[in-house]
């Protein structure tokens, strides 16, 4: 039973409830350790892109993973993306295979000897920062604005894979949200890593044509940050009248749908979901449903198009 993230996770301090749960952050202390003390393996014949998180969910790992491939795409590199199988993430797996050659696999080094065998020449990996079975040409990490870092501690006391000191070991650092001041953030950024590239970026829908902003809408999600798609959708002068969330990567079952159709008949409403939760729905219950359809926007992204040429 997938559930929603705590909401002391994303305090700017600890609370009570997260130095409680501090002593059982020791595994992934642990763990990181030994993984730290690994060496990267390297991959032959192939060059490799890694776009993850030490935030848990809801950083836009893959709406970048897509931005990525077009920016290589354009710059005439035969292209792939890698994603570790989940069974519990087809949602994301069903938009990677719609806009590029998808490999995945239970291991992400034997999706990547698939691609080597297609003469891929850029692979690109959906999350993975904390495989070092694997050697990355280049680190990608990435945050949402609005959450950050969270309270700052480890899992389950917060919502951090690794130490915000890890920041450390990554070239590149993507902040995604609204055009927020993140002046603050930066300054926290560059005290870890100097050298870190970083980049801003924001959502833009590309089907407001489809959308009257004046009527009713009841949205849902079961995405890692609803959040940054509320906040898109009322940038973007959207009537929301009521929103229910759901874990990310959640299975939506018809008694969900059918509740949540009741809601927007009973409010004379309309219903609005993301991409993501869109295609989780079959052809029954996906009418009366639209989604939004957004592209990733990144500030200066001539500037990331240059440090990706000269460093692949």
Known sequence: MKLLKPNFWDYKKPNFLSYFLLPFTLPIIINNYFIYKKKDKHSLNIKTICIGNIYVGGTAKTPLSIKVNQILSTLNFKTAIIKKLYTDQLDE?????????LYCHHERKLAINEAIKDNIEVAILDDGLQDRSIHYDLKFVCFNTLTWIGNGCLIPAGPLRERVESLSRFDVLFLNGNEENVSEIKEVIKKYNSKIKIFETYYHPKNMSKFNTNDKYIIFS???NPDSFKKTLLKNNFNII????FPDHYQYTQKDI????????????KILTTEKDYVKLDVSNSNQIEFLEIEMIIKQENELIKFIKSNI
């Open 93 to 101: 797996q069903k938009i990677l295979s719609n806009i590029s050659t």
């Open 222 to 224: 079961g995405i890692g």
């Open 242 to 245: 009521k929103e229910i969330r």
């Open 258 to 269: 059918n509740k949540i159709k009741l809601y927007a008949k009973n409010l004379d409403a």
